[in-house]
T-cell receptor, first 115, second 112 residues
Framework: DAGITQSPRHKVTETGTPVTLRCHQTENHRYMYWYRQDPGHGLRLIHYSYGVKDTDKGEVSDGYSVSRSKTEDFLLTLESATSSQTSVYFC??????????????FGPGTRLTVT | DQQVKQNSPSLSVQEGRISILNCDYTNSMFDYFLWYKKYPAEGPTFLISISSIKDKNEDGRFTVFLNKSAKHLSLHIVPSQPGDSAVYFCAASLAGTYKYIFGTGTRLKVLA
């Protein structure tokens, strides 16, 4: 199994509070991703990173920011959490070189509830 | 606008028979397609992939077929086993980007 951990695994927070989710990898993979999974939507890309300090937006990036100051860590921040951000969040990694670039390895997920 | 669609939310199959999971897409700029399996309370696990320049890829019991003219791909599992019971997601990679679009998933139940 790829070495990917996410913390916290579960979190309940109140509307309007800031929240940071952490993804940590031990694989030294270049690419890292944040997804959210919601019923009826599958997995949707929030942000991704293609290197230290190099990030870009996915399809549902509004209300989220990310940072990557080290290869192994990719942080997802909800500046002011809203109930619509209640979801399960997954981090994923992938490595360079076809086809390996296309094979993403996912972390165990973080269940976030915003009340 | 759902660019990757899995129109069957669920599928039940007898153990030992073939499972066929389907996926349709709308964007001609997808260059790679993947299938993932997901168990409850776990992250998705990569299963198999196919490049847009191919029409078939096999890996053990799993085969993915790509029909570019119909913008359709399918995953065949033969023979199906109870441990295959999970949610299956298809995903597509947009050429020239690192962006992936996932379908909504199909829940497969293999009956013993």
């Amino acid at each position: 199994d790829a070495g990917i951990t996410q913390s916290p695994r579960h979190k309940v927070t109140e509307t309007g509070t800031p929240v940071t989710l952490r993804c940590h990898q031990t694989e030294n993979h270049r690419y890292m991703y944040w997804y959210r999974q919601d019923p009826g939507h599958g997995l949707r890309l929030i942000h991704y990173s293609y290197g230290v300090k190099d990030t870009d937006k996915g399809e549902v990036s509004d209300g989220y920011s990310v940072s990557r100051s080290k290869t192994e860590d990719f942080l997802l921040t909800l500046e002011s959490a809203t109930s619509s951000q209640t979801s399960v969040y997954f981090c994923a990694i992938s490595e360079e070189g076809t086809p390996r670039l296309y094979e993403q390895y996912f972390g165990p997920g973080t269940r976030l509830t915003v009340t | 606008d759902q660019q990757v669609k899995q129109n069957s939310p669920s599928l039940s199959v007898q153990e030992g028979r073939i499972s066929i999971l389907n996926c349709d897409y709308t964007n001609s700029m997808f260059d790679y397609f993947l299938w993932y399996k997901k168990y409850p309370a776990e992250g998705p696990t990569f299963l198999i992939s196919i490049s847009s320049i191919k029409d078939k890829n096999e890996d053990g019991r799993f085969t993915v077929f790509l029909n570019k003219s119909a913008k359709h791909l399918s995953l065949h599992i033969v023979p199906s086993q109870p441990g295959d019971s999970a949610v299956y997601f298809c995903a597509a990679s947009l050429a020239g980007t690192y962006k992936y679009i996932f379908g909504t998933g199909t829940r497969l139940k293999v009956l013993a």
